[in-house]
């Protein structure tokens, strides 16, 4: 049996989805904090379970007879640690055989506050004892086009990157890269660091949505303080605003660049261009 927590997110959705190109559905489990939300699944036959990050009781149900495992990170901005410890001591206590788990990109190393307990729930696996796969992703590129409709009106993206470089991916690639250590052996012990094929800074995404948009976009850098005041500004809570702000200024400092190829290579296929997704969120 294969199981993805937070099976119902964006992610989570699209790993399912990359599992049931290769895996039956009924050996699939979609572990969810609201079942209600996966009805969808249920009904093309995968086995959805109640798993709460928060509600420790509902975890070991959830991973009865689940071989291999994927733990999606939390959504919350802090206090993740003690959700991923919460799943991996249900998943040890399950006996599954191989868990692997959703990291940020140079977690070790990584100067961004984000990767903390990123890098905690990484240590915490390897003190479990369990077999393990642990998947360093990159930003998302995605993410950077959730300021595309303002970067439109006002005629700028504004970030504290400098001239930082993003090896960011499509969330596809990464579904995909997730679903294939689940579904192929060979990867326990592994750490990949994945990233996109070609990275890009603000400024080069800038210019890409001009080029295609036919309108006159810049990039406005901004000191970390000032972008975090942008991101409360436009309604973001405190802490979340802080932590991107953060992100990008570590990303001006080569944290969220890789060249490795490990992405491209998971998935047997050279990695979604940014300019395919500009040209889709464009469309959109």
Do not use: C
Request: glycine residues 10%.
């Amino acid at each position: 049996m294969y199981a993805v927590t937070g099976a119902t997110g964006q992610l989570g959705r699209l790993v399912i989805e990359a599992l049931l190109k290769t895996i039956p559905a009924n050996r699939i489990v979609a572990a969810v904090r609201n079942p209600a939300k996966a009805g969808d699944l249920a009904e093309r036959g995968v086995i959805v379970h109640e798993a709460d990050y928060s509600r420790p009781e509902t975890l070991g149900p959830a991973l009865a007879g689940v071989e291999k495992l994927l733990l999606i990170s939390s959504t919350e901005v802090t206090g993740r640690l003690p959700r991923h410890r919460a799943v991996i001591d249900a998943a040890t206590q399950a006996g599954v055989s191989l868990i692997a788990y959703t990291s940020m990109l140079h977690a070790d190393t990584s100067p961004a506050r984000l990767a903390i307990e990123h890098r905690q729930t990484e240590e915490v696996i390897a003190a479990s004892g369990l077999p393990a796969v642990i998947l360093r992703n990159g930003w998302y590129t995605e993410n950077h086009l959730m300021a595309l409709p303002p970067a439109l009106e006002h005629g700028a993206f504004v970030g504290a990157a400098k001239g930082g470089r993003f090896s960011s991916a499509a969330r596809q690639d990464y579904a995909e890269a997730a679903a294939a250590v689940l579904a192929t052996g060979g990867h326990a012990g592994k750490t990949y660091e994945l990233a996109a094929d070609q990275a890009f800074t603000l400024a080069e995404l800038a210019a890409e949505v001009s080029r295609q948009s036919g309108k006159t976009i810049i990039y406005n850098d901004l000191s970390e303080v000032a972008y975090r005041d942008v991101l409360t500004g436009a309604g973001l809570p405190a802490d979340l605003a802080a932590l991107l702000a953060d992100a990008d200024a570590a990303a001006s400092r080569g944290a969220l660049f890789d060249d490795g190829g490990a992405l491209g290579r998971l998935i047997g296929r050279p990695t979604t261009s940014m300019q395919s997704l500009v040209a889709a969120a464009l469309r959109s």
